[in-house]
């Protein structure tokens, strides 16, 4: 794996470490810790909290999610039991986006509508964008760093029942194709079919 795959990796696998969601539970907001919603109300004093969550994150720690609604956008964060804000998740509008996300958006994407469009950002200042693009019945959300290079793509597709399916894309390597996910088994490298 060449240095700049690995470097995606370790950004990709900081970026995502945080929660799971698998083992998401609601939680009524007067039972969060007060060091926690101490620190939401500080963060965003103008804003409502209409939600709360705890789950564990990777690492195996408890971690919690506030939502909040400010100017009608949803703003989720992320904090540990100590009130420590790992994460900033942001509605924001496609037109807030940077320049060169929106072009890059666009180009990916040219007859999809963008219908949601987060901006995230992490404890050590990372920020990425996340957007979903709707053609059709088919979802996609794709996570893009600033410059607009795509981190993560996942499509979603309706099954028989209305049930989303996720299917994840992988990232573009360091020149600007596609992988697998099956390619960092085989050091970066397709198998050519037999025959």
């Not at 209409?50 to 964060?77: C, H, N, P, R």
């Not at 920020?127 to 088919?138: D, M, N, S, T």
Request: aromatic share 4%.
């Amino acid at each position: 794996m060449t240095l700049a795959r690995w470097m995606i990796s370790l950004a990709l696998t900081c970026l995502f470490a945080a929660p799971r969601g698998d083992d998401e539970k609601k939680i009524e907001v007067e039972d969060l810790p007060k060091a926690v919603l101490k620190a939401a109300k500080k963060a965003f004093p103008e804003a409502k909290i209409v939600g709360a969550a705890k789950e564990k994150d990777d690492e195996g720690e408890t971690v919690f999610e506030v939502e909040m609604k400010l100017d009608g956008k949803t703003i989720d964060l992320i904090l540990d039991d100590e009130g420590e804000i790992e994460a900033v998740e942001k509605e924001i509008e496609a037109e807030d986006l940077p320049r060169a996300v929106l072009k890059a958006a666009r180009a990916k994407f040219p007859k999809a509508r963008i219908t949601k469009v987060e901006e995230i950002t992490k404890e050590d200042d990372v920020v990425v964008y996340e957007l979903v693009f709707e053609a059709g019945e088919k979802k996609t959300e794709v996570v893009m760093a600033p410059n607009g290079k795509v981190l993560k793509s996942e499509d979603s597709d309706e099954d028989d029942k209305g049930e989303a399916k996720k299917k994840d894309k992988g990232e573009d390597d360091d020149k600007g194709k596609k992988k697998d996910k099956d390619d960092d088994d085989k050091g970066g490298k397709k198998e050519k079919p037999k025959g």
